[in-house]
Structures are given as C-alpha cells and as structure tokens.
C-alpha cells in the first residue's frame, strides 16, 4: 500500500507566521502605549515619546523596531529624528472582517 504525503499548503504557513509577528508586537503593554500615543498625535517624534512615556531611548527604539518589524508604524527620519506614524493600512487589516474569515465557517 502506498502512503500519500500530505501537501503542506506554504502560503497558509506563510500568513500565520505573519500575522504571529504581528500579534506578539501587540501583545506587550508598553507597545500598545506607544500605538496609542501615536495615534493620539498623529505623528511623533521619538523624543515626545521618550519624554511621554518615561522610557529610556535605548529601550523605547527596541519597542519601536519590534512595532516597525510588524508593519504597525512607519518611520520619517528629519535631520538626526525620526517621528513616526500609525501605518493605517496594517492596523485596519488586522482589525477587520477579512481576518476574522481566516477562521470563520458558514
């Protein structure tokens, strides 16, 4: 008898390894203060930030990769600062029906 190998669907895997980096950038209180006083300002600058949120620089340009990694905030550099945006498209995404029909049946 011969055994069949299952097929691995690749772009399945793919999405979900996607959307895991995206999930564990969310998933970090201090990450989701720094979304929030983006939000709120539209754009900011990393040392309104720094200041807002009383976080070492150091510590809050981790944060800020981790987020930008994920695709969740964008960054403009001006001079020797960067201020960075909510990237809409990302969070809107994520926030929508189009995910929740990954795992949604009939």
């Known amino acids: 008898m011969k055994k069949e190998i299952p097929l691995k669907d690749e772009s ?3 999405t979900f390894r996607m959307y895991e980096k995206k999930f564990k950038a969310l998933a970090d209180e201090r990450r989701l203060h720094i979304l929030n006083e983006i939000t709120d300002a539209g754009e900011v600058c990393v040392c309104d930030l720094s ?3 009383h976080v070492p620089q150091s510590k809050l340009s981790y944060h800020l990769r981790i987020l930008m990694d994920a ?3 964008t960054k403009d550099t001006r ?3 960067s201020y960075y945006k909510l990237n809409h498209k990302e ?3 994520l926030l929508s029906e189009e995910l929740c029909c990954l795992f949604r049946r009939g």
């Open 91 to 93: 969070m809107n995404h």
């Open 71 to 73: 695709q969740l905030i």
């Open 51 to 53: 200041e807002k949120l």
């Open 79 to 81: 001079g020797t600062w």
């Open 12 to 14: 399945l895997d793919q």
